[in-house]
């Protein structure tokens, strides 16, 4: 089988966010990047689908310099090869022109099946994935928990909301998008990240793609959100913030 | 025409909240635009729920029925509100942030040319609409700036569903026949089931002690299972401590967990993504424990402890087994 998996650097998620001075997005010098976390999950099923069938694993990955970084770990883990679209500006596309730039990066590997996270920590617009699949004319499932080859296709079970699931059948080539939780994630070994140092990561610049990039939504700026409450507060130490809070649980609460 | 065109969804013949909730925010955008609202219903057999969505929406509900969409598929939804989007041409389409519509409403949006402003919170003049970023530790403000209709999609609690004008007329019904085809349809969807039968009813629990990445490791748990233990609560998590295995799906709160609402909530560790807080944030008492200052968490704690986890729980279960001798 071979499977392409589209995955994102995010910023890590404890990172502290500063607004830049434009009002537009973060201040992003000194910010530490990660893959994003579904990514991971979606790379890890790849990896497992190979294991079981054979094959390849592709990451492609579009972004800055610094998106080596996490493609690398990527290899490092197990995918065979790497295609990086080069692009600095990406904070001004919308999810249309990535997947525009994704889909067209793709698209000559004639992958099997293209694996993706269900949505961006950063963003979480939830939706490459999914234009992926409509621009390139193929089936598509989402937030899909396992993945099962079948004679004629997949059987994948999908996770619907409060608890349920459902199990549905496609045939391949299809795009799916991959919820956190399906597997245990790998860590690199070693060996890996020594192996990642050799494999192929082919740059492409955005503009070879040539690919129609006129936004058709803006993020126009981002403000810090308001509290919904006044949240008190108990300062101290952790004893004296235990003492406060038993005491609000007690008198306030009555809970105790 | 031009207008505002909602979709209300519906699963088993049941029209949920939150459609309710995407109607509330169609309105509220037809009256900043000054446009009129349009509802749309997908389905088989949709004329009695079309029924129940005319007694509340003043304007025209058009039942998009077929066959082919009495059970759900990308394919069908997608195809079938791509012709109506095309017959009736609207400004705008307001969606329920649900999970059926976020596996569709993205290919939908794209065979248009648009793009799905997916998740918003708000909306205002402009109009703009707001939506969370970074896992709700910052909000964005967007703008449609394409020629075409303009895709939203609404959070679940974000919007509040007016009360049903009973002295209005009700809404006019119109049948809408997509054109579909059996071999377009390319995947075979089957019955939803649940993984097992549920064993911890979170639901009912007056008090829940629940916990998050912050605990960084399996080993620790018992560290918070102790201040549950002490409190007499529930233990419940977070998703990832779930996705972990640390502890069983079943205790897991938040969207695609369990929905509760106790006396007490007391979250250990956990940041506050909005998946987690759509689950708990109608609880009585949210007390939250974490190192973060600005996590989201505190957005809608009642009272919060700044400070590491692991000083201070310890100290909380001592303090309240004091308390209770």
């Known amino acids: 089988m071979k499977i ?7 910023p890590e998620r404890d990172a502290q966010i500063c607004i830049d001075a434009a009002g537009k997005w973060i201040v992003e010098s000194g910010l530490q990047y990660a893959l994003n976390e579904s990514d991971a999950y979606a790379l890890e099923e790849a990896l497992q689908l190979k294991e079981r069938h054979g094959g390849e694993v592709i990451v492609v990955s579009a972004g800055p310099e610094r998106v080596g970084s996490t493609i690398r770990e990527a290899l490092a883990k197990g995918a065979d090869r790497a295609i990086h679209i080069d692009c600095d500006d990406l904070g001004s596309s919308d999810p249309l022109g990535v997947a525009r730039l994704l889909a067209a990066a ?3 590997e004639s992958p099997d099946l293209l694996l993706t996270g269900l949505q961006s920590e950063d963003l979480g617009l939830g939706q490459t994935g999914v234009i992926v699949a409509e621009l390139l004319g193929l089936p598509h499932a989402t937030l899909i928990l396992h993945v099962e080859k079948t004679e004629t296709g997949l059987k994948v079970k999908r996770e619907l909301e409060e608890g349920w699931f459902q199990t549905v059948e496609l045939p391949t080539p299809a795009v799916l998008t991959i919820q956190s939780g399906g597997n245990k994630l790998r860590y690199a070994t070693l060996m890996g990240i020594k192996r990642a140092k050799t494999k192929e990561v082919r740059r492409v610049a955005a503009a070879e793609l040539a690919v129609e990039a006129a936004p058709v939504v803006l993020l126009e700026r981002v403000t810090l959100p308001q509290k919904q409450k006044s949240t008190q507060i108990l300062p101290g130490t952790a004893k004296e913030a235990a003492a406060a809070l038993v005491e609000k649980l007690k008198f306030e609460v009555r809970v105790l | 025409m031009s207008g505002v065109l909602v979709i209300v969804e519906q699963h088993a013949g049941r029209i949920a909240r939150i459609s309710w909730e995407a109607v509330a925010a169609a309105q509220k955008l037809a009256a900043l635009q000054g446009l009129p609202v349009r509802a749309a219903i997908v389905g088989a057999q949709t004329e009695s729920l ?3 969505v005319a007694a509340q929406l003043p304007g025209k509900v058009v039942r998009v029925d077929h066959p082919l969409l009495a059970q759900y598929t990308a394919d069908g939804f997608t195809l079938a509100l791509e012709q109506l ?11 329920p942030h649900t999970y059926q519509v976020r596996d569709y409403a993205p290919a939908l949006a794209a065979r248009l040319g648009q793009v799905l402003i997916s998740d918003v919170v708000d909306l205002g003049e402009g109009p703009v609409f707001t939506r969370q970023l970074l896992q709700g530790r910052l909000n964005g403000v967007y703008r449609h700036t394409g020629t075409g209709p303009c895709f939203v999609s609404v959070q679940a609690g974000a919007f509040r569903p007016s009360d049903p004008d009973s002295t209005a007329t009700p809404a006019e019904i119109a049948i809408f026949t997509p054109t579909l085809d059996p071999a377009q349809i390319r995947t075979i969807p089957c019955e939803p089931f649940r993984a097992s039968s549920q064993s911890v009813d979170l639901g009912s629990a007056q008090l829940i002690v629940s916990v998050g990445r912050g605990i960084k490791d399996a080993d620790n748990i018992p560290l918070v299972q102790e201040l549950a233990t002490a409190l007499g609560a529930e233990l419940a998590a977070s998703r990832p401590i779930c996705d972990s295995g640390w502890l069983p799906m079943e205790r ?3 969207s695609s967990g369990q929905t509760v609402s106790p006396k007490l909530y007391l979250a250990v560790g956990i940041s506050g993504a909005i998946q987690h807080l759509v689950g708990m944030k109608g609880s009585q008492c949210i007390v939250a424990i974490n ?3 600005d996590a989201p968490i505190f957005e809608v704690a009642d009272y919060g402890i700044v400070g590491d986890l692991f000083e201070v729980v ?7 087994r004091a308390a209770k001798v």
């Open chain 1, 4 to 10: 392409v998996v589209a995955i994102k650097q995010v």
């Open chain 2, 314 to 320: 310890p100290a909380l279960t001592a303090a309240v």
């Open chain 2, 50 to 52: 079309a029924a129940e």
């Open chain 2, 252 to 254: 897991q709160v938040g």
């Open chain 2, 291 to 293: 190192k973060d200052p």
């Open chain 1, 106 to 108: 793709v698209k000559p």
């Open chain 2, 85 to 95: 989007i095309r017959a009736e041409r609207p400004d705008y389409v307001v969606l």
